[in-house]
C-alpha cells in the first residue's frame, strides 16, 4: 500500500458540486481512515465548482475532533482549490478549531444565539 493517499473530491462526490454534509461525510470516512494510519493525504478540489461550508465542515473540520492541527498540517494537504474556497476552507477550519477546543462552551452560545432569535421573532 502507498504511504500517501490522493484523493480527487470530483471523484468522490461524482459531480463539480461539492455541498452537502453527506458527501463531505465520504470524504472524511476516506480521509479519516488514512491519518490513522499515518499516510499523507493530498485532496484535490480539480473540477470542483462550487463548495459550501456545510460540506467543508463535514471533509474537514471534524477532524480537528480527532486530530491535532500539528498532525493535520503535517499529513493533509489541500490543492487545485479556487482562492475564495481557500478562504472558505480557512473559515471553516478556524471555527472547527474553536469548536472542539470548547465544545460545550460553543454549543451553549448557540442554544442561547437560537434562544434570542426565538425571542426576537414573537415580538
Known sequence: MSKNLELSIFEVVGNPLCVASSDGQKVYDRVMAALKEGRNVTLSF??????????????????????SEDQIRALLTVEDMQQDDIALLKRVVETAKQYFKDPQKFDQALRETMEDDNDDSQD
Open 46 to 67: 480539480r473540477n470542483v465548482t462550487t463548495l459550501t461550508s456545510a460540506f467543508l465542515n463535514a471533509a474537514i473540520g471534524q477532524l480537528y475532533g480527532v486530530f
